[in-house]
């Protein structure tokens, strides 16, 4: 191999690396990323393997959560269950049916201490609003009929809450 040949290999060589780094650079990963969904901080650390696209694509499952059991959301899922109170059944998603049904369980199973029901009694207290108070007795025994986790009736497609005014609050389960 002559001189001439070695250089022209080792400028070869060099472009290529040179061309590897700019593609790499091009790919940088991103540092952890951190989003307010769900009511909490929720933060996701790919490391080396982090790109604007993978946690795109990792926070989008939390974002259809969010949507499906959002109180603040008027359009959530949950919201259109309350609404429905006390007028009839509701057709639900998959996703809905196995937190309704595993906060039933757990109702059960603590005598009511998870409540899906709590929802009037959150509202009242202004739970993560910038009305938050401790309200009356008086006020709380009056909501207290709407709380009651046996008036809902659910199956794999629908849910009932049997009295106007009843709300699910999914907060301490959806996550």
């Not at 790919?27 to 307010?36: F, G, K, N």
């Not at 959002?70 to 998959?94: C, F, H, M, R």
């Not at 029901?117 to 009056?142: C, M």
């Not at 794999?156 to 809450?161: A, G, N, R």
Request: glycine share 6%; aromatic share 6%.
């Amino acid at each position: 191999m002559t001189i001439w040949t070695s250089l022209r290999l080792y400028k070869h060589v060099l472009a290529l690396a040179l061309a590897t780094a700019l593609v790499t650079a091009c790919q940088q990963t991103e540092p952890a990323r951190y989003q307010l969904m769900l009511g909490t901080v929720c933060s996701v650390n790919a490391y080396e393997d982090g790109t604007a696209a993978l946690y795109d694509r990792l926070f989008s499952r939390p974002r259809q959560i969010e949507k499906t059991f959002s109180l603040q959301d008027s359009d959530s899922e949950l919201n259109a269950i309350n609404t429905a109170a006390g007028s009839g059944p509701v057709a639900i998603s998959k996703d809905m049916y196995t937190v309704l049904s595993a906060a039933l369980s757990l109702a059960e199973a603590s005598d009511g201490a998870l409540n899906p029901a709590i929802g009037p009694l959150v509202r009242l207290w202004g739970i993560q609003t910038a009305h938050a108070r401790v309200p009356s007795s008086e006020e709380i025994a009056a909501v207290l009929p709407l709380c009651d986790w046996h008036d809902i009736l659910l199956d794999s497609q629908t849910v009932f809450l049997r009295k106007a005014g009843m709300i699910l609050d999914t907060g301490a389960i959806a996550k």
